[in-house]
C-alpha cells in the first residue's frame, strides 16, 4: 500500500499529516465508543490499536465529503465485529441495534463533549481521599466494586453507590469548569 | 424499570450487571435518542477517567523528567493525548504500522477456536506420569496434571503463571481455582487477576496481588512463601485465617493447625528460574533470590544480578528500547533503537552489575556472563534516558531510585559490551562498573504465550 510504503521511506507526507490530524480529533469520541460497547479495560485497548491501523490503512477510502468522525466510527463498528469474530468472547453486552443507536449518538456528539473533559483532570483533584482511592482502586486497578469492598472492608452497595456520586461529582465539577470558560456543551 | 436508570448506567460501567440488566439498559438506550447520548456522555466520562488515572501512574512513579520523549500517551491514555506534537503522533502511527505482527495475526495469539483456559508455557525435562505427556503450546482444560520428573510452566489466560515442579500432582479446576494435591509451585498474579486460589489438601490459597510459592512435604503439611505482595491462606476446616505479606510464610500442618513459619526460599531454588522463563545461565549472572528483593542492597564484585521487575503485562504506552536488534554493541553508533507498540505482552527484567566495595581502586571490575530465557527478547535498555522513562513502570512499588548510569559503549577496555544471540534467547554482557557505580540495564522479554 503507497499510505505504508511512504512511513517506511521516513518521510511524511501531506496525506499522512491529514490523516493524522483527523485521528487525533476523532480519537476521543471513537475510544468513548469502544468503552460503551466493549466493557473491559484490556480488550478495549487493543480493539483500539486494531481501529487505529485500520483507520490509517483505510484512509484512501475516505470520503472527505462526509464527516470525518462518521467514517471512523465506522471503521470501528467493523473492527468492532472482526474482533468478536476471532475471539468469539461474550464481547458484546448489547445487541447490534443497540450498538447501531450508540453510533449515531458518538457521531453526533458535539464537539464541546468532549472537550469539557479535559477539566477531568483538575477535577480529580477535587476528590476527598476515599474517593481518589476509590477511583485509582477501580480505574488504576481494574477492580470491580465486589473486589474493591473486599479490599475496603465495605458493603458492595456502598462502593457501587460510592463510584456512582464520585461521576456525578465529577461530571457536575466538569460542566461548571466548561462553563465558566464559556464552552458549556 | 424496576431500577433507577443511574444504577444501571453505573452498574454496566462497573460490571456489575446482571444477565436480566443489560437488556434492559439496552431496551432504555433505544427507547428515545437523548437516552443513547445520555450513555454515550457516561462511556466518555468513563473513558477519560480511566485515561488520566493510568497516565498518573507513570507521573507518579517516574520522576517528572522522565515523562519527556518517549512515554507518549497513544491511544489508552491521555496526560498529553491531546497535546501530542504532530511530529510524536507521527512517529507513533509509523510504528504501530511497523509493528512486527500485524493486527490479524495479533488478534489470533490468544487460541479462540480451541477450548480450555490456559496454555503450557515451557516445560524443562518433564516426564508425565499416567496423564497424556503435554506439549508446549498445548492448550490446557480443567483437568489434572500427573507430572512425574521435570518442570512446566502454565500460563492462564488471566495472566497468571504457575511453575511446576515434579513429582507433582496438580489439577485445573477454573481459570482461578486450582488444587495442588501434591509438589511444590510457583505463582505469579498479576494486577487484575487477583483472587486466584491454590488448595491444598490442609489449605486454602488464595492470591491477593502477588508472587508465592506452595509445597507439600512428605507429612503432608501445606508450606507456603511470599515472595512479593499478599496472600491468605486459610484452614478450611475452622475457617481460620492468615494474610502473609512479602518475606514471610506459614504451613498448614497434616493435623489442620495453621502457624507462622521462618521464611525459607530453599525449597524453590530450582523452581526459580523456571518461574521467569530463564533457561540458563552461564559467567557471573546470577538470579536475584527471592527474597530479598531490593537490587540496591545486592552488592557482588563476583556477580550480575537478574532481577525480575513487575509482572507480565500489556504495553499501554510504547517503549523505547536502545538495543533491538541481534549482534554485539561495542560503539554507541551501533545501538538499534525502536519503539515497542502498545498492546505488546511483554515482561521486564533489570540486570545489575554492582560491585560492593567503594574502595577507590585504580580500574574498574569487569563481570562477564549470558543468560538465556525461553521467550525472544524484545529489546534492550541501556541508555539513561531510556532507563528513567521506563523506570516504574512495570513494578509499582520502587524497586530502585533513578538509575543513575548506563552502559558506556565506547570501544575502549573500560567500555561495556552487549551481545543479543540471533535466536534473540541468550543475552551476553561484559561490563565495567568503575569505582562505586552500578551498571544497569533493562531486558524486555515477549511474553506472549507460545
Redesign the interface.
Known amino acids: 500500500m503507497s499510505f505504508k510504503n511512504t512511513l517506511m521511506d521516513g518521510h511524511i507526507d501531506e496525506t499522512t499529516r491529514q490523516v493524522t490530524r483527523l485521528w487525533t480529533l476523532a480519537q476521543p469520541k471513537v475510544s468513548a465508543f469502544v468503552t460503551a460497547v466493549v466493557r473491559d479495560f484490556k480488550d478495549r485497548d487493543d480493539l483500539m490499536q486494531d481501529i487505529a491501523v485500520a483507520v490509517f490503512e483505510s484512509f484512501d477510502r475516505y470520503d472527505p465529503e462526509r464527516p470525518f468522525v462518521q467514517w471512523a466510527m465506522g471503521v470501528a463498528r467493523n473492527q468492532f465485529k472482526v474482533y468478536l469474530r476471532q475471539r468469539k468472547r461474550h464481547l458484546a453486552v448489547f445487541d447490534p441495534e443497540t450498538i447501531e443507536v450508540l453510533e449515531t449518538a458518538f457521531s453526533e456528539m458535539p464537539a464541546a463533549a468532549s472537550r469539557e473533559l479535559d477539566f477531568l483532570q483538575d477535577c480529580l483533584k477535587s476528590l476527598d481521599g476515599r474517593g481518589r482511592e476509590l477511583c485509582e482502586l477501580r480505574y488504576q486497578d481494574g477492580l470491580k466494586p465486589a473486589a474493591i469492598s473486599e479490599t475496603l472492608k465495605l458493603p458492595g452497595t456502598a462502593v457501587r453507590k460510592a463510584l456512582q456520586r464520585i461521576r456525578e461529582q465529577l461530571r457536575a465539577c466538569v460542566e461548571r469548569k466548561a462553563a465558566a470558560e464559556g464552552m458549556g456543551s | 424499570m424496576s431500577r433507577d436508570i ?2 444501571l448506567i ?8 446482571s444477565e436480566e440488566e ?2 434492559e439498559l ?1 431496551d432504555w ?2 427507547a428515545d ?1 437523548a437516552h ?2 445520555q ?16 497516565a ?2 507513570e507521573g507518579d512513579e517516574a520522576d517528572d523528567d522522565a515523562e519527556a520523549g518517549n512515554v507518549v500517551a497513544f ?2 491514555a491521555s496526560v498529553g ?2 497535546l ?1 506534537p ?1 511530529a510524536a ?2 512517529v507513533l ?2 510504528t ?3 509493528r512486527e505482527a500485524p ?1 490479524q495475526k ?3 495469539e ?1 487460541p ?2 480451541i477450548g480450555g483456559f490456559a496454555t503450557l508455557a515451557h516445560s524443562v525435562d518433564a516426564h508425565f506420569a499416567e496423564s497424556k505427556a503435554l506439549t508446549i503450546g498445548q492448550r490446557l482444560e480443567a483437568g489434572a496434571i500427573q507430572l512425574a520428573a521435570g518442570l512446566i510452566r502454565i500460563q492462564f489466560d488471566s495472566g497468571v503463571e504457575v511453575t511446576l515442579q515434579g513429582p507433582a500432582h496438580y489439577e485445573l479446576l477454573k481459570t482461578n481455582l486450582t488444587r495442588l494435591n501434591s509438589g511444590l509451585l510457583t505463582a505469579n498474579v498479576p ?2 487477576a ?2 486466584f486460589r491454590v488448595d491444598t489438601p490442609t489449605a486454602e490459597v488464595t492470591d491477593l496481588g502477588t508472587s508465592f510459592g506452595v509445597h507439600l512435604d512428605e507429612d503432608g503439611a501445606s508450606h507456603v512463601s511470599v515472595f512479593d505482595g499478599e496472600v491468605e491462606v486459610a484452614e478450611p476446616d475452622s475457617g481460620e485465617k492468615k494474610r502473609l505479606k512479602e518475606g514471610e510464610q506459614a504451613v498448614v500442618t497434616s493435623d489442620r493447625k495453621l502457624e507462622s513459619a521462618e521464611f525459607d526460599a530453599k525449597p524453590y531454588g530450582r523452581i526459580w528460574p523456571i518461574s521467569f522463563g530463564v533457561v540458563e545461565s552461564t559467567g557471573s549472572f546470577e538470579l536475584a533470590p527471592p527474597w530479598p528483593r531490593r537490587p540496591a542492597l545486592i552488592n557482588s564484585d563476583k556477580h550480575i544480578y537478574l532481577f525480575s521487575d513487575g509482572y507480565r503485562r ?1 504495553l ?1 504506552h510504547p517503549l523505547l528500547v536502545n538495543i533491538s536488534e541481534p549482534g554485539e554493541v561495542v560503539l554507541r553508533d551501533e545501538l538499534t533503537p525502536k519503539v515497542i ?3 505488546q505482552i511483554v515482561r521486564s527484567f533489570i540486570v545489575q552489575h554492582q560491585p560492593e566495595s567503594s574502595m577507590p581502586r585504580p580500574e574498574a571490575k569487569r563481570a562477564r556472563g549470558s543468560i538465556t530465557f525461553d521467550r525472544p527478547i524484545l529489546g534492550l535498555i541501556t541508555q539513561l534516558e531510556e532507563l528513567r522513562a521506563s523506570s516504574g513502570r512495570f513494578s509499582k512499588r520502587k524497586v530502585r531510585g533513578q538509575p543513575r548510569t548506563q552502559l558506556e559503549f565506547t570501544g575502549t577496555p573500560a567500555g561495556d559490551r552487549v551481545t543479543l544471540s540471533a535466536d534473540r534467547r541468550t543475552l551476553t554482557v561484559d561490563l565495567a562498573a568503575p569505582n562505586g557505580s552500578t551498571d544497569v540495564l533493562r531486558v524486555i522479554i515477549d511474553a506472549r504465550p507460545p
Open positions: 443511574d444504577e453505573n452498574g454496566y460501567l462497573d460490571e456489575s450487571l443489560s437488556p439496552a438506550i433505544k435518542p443513547a447520548r450513555f454515550a456522555r457516561a462511556a466518555m466520562l468513563h473513558d477519560r477517567l480511566q485515561s488520566e488515572l493510568n498518573g501512574i491511544p489508552g493525548r491531546w501530542i504532530l503522533m507521527i502511527l509509523m504501530l504500522l511497523l493486527p495479533r488478534a489470533s490468544a479462540p477456536e494486577p487484575g487477583e483472587g500489556r499501554r507498540t502498545v498492546g
